[in-house]
């Protein structure tokens, strides 16, 4: 995996922001970290730390990159984020501008997170209404 100078999840340099988590240095603190980290892996396609990240009750199989399509993710907005059930659960809600194919998209989601053992896990999302 090539290491970018620039984290894809803000402008903040990449060792100073998902860096540390997808090295296993150390675990995203929040949900909403863990989502920018989970972005960051896929725009690097590190299926490895997606795979590591997802609840296990919801995980993928692998390979999560076999599409011949290019996706090229160019960024993203985090709209909200809420922690529940005494920072146990969480709900982070984006936006992720790409393009595959030289066509953009607009991915809008509501994901859903959960605190296991000291450690967020992504579960799953939905896609709300846009109004």
Known sequence: MIQPQQCPCSSKPYQQCCGIYHSG????????LLMRSRYSAYVLENEAYLLKTWHKEQRPPPPLFEDVNQTQWLELQVKNFQEHN?????????????????????LH???????????????????????
């Open 25 to 32: 240095e150390a675990f995203a603190p929040n949900a909403e």
């Open 86 to 106: 005494n920072q146990l659960s969480a709900t982070v809600e984006f936006v992720a501008i790409y393009k595959i194919n030289g066509k953009a998209h607009r």
């Open 109 to 131: 989601e509501m994901s859903h997170f959960v605190k296991e053992d000291g450690q967020w896990f992504y579960v799953d999302g939905h896609f709300p209404d846009i109004k």
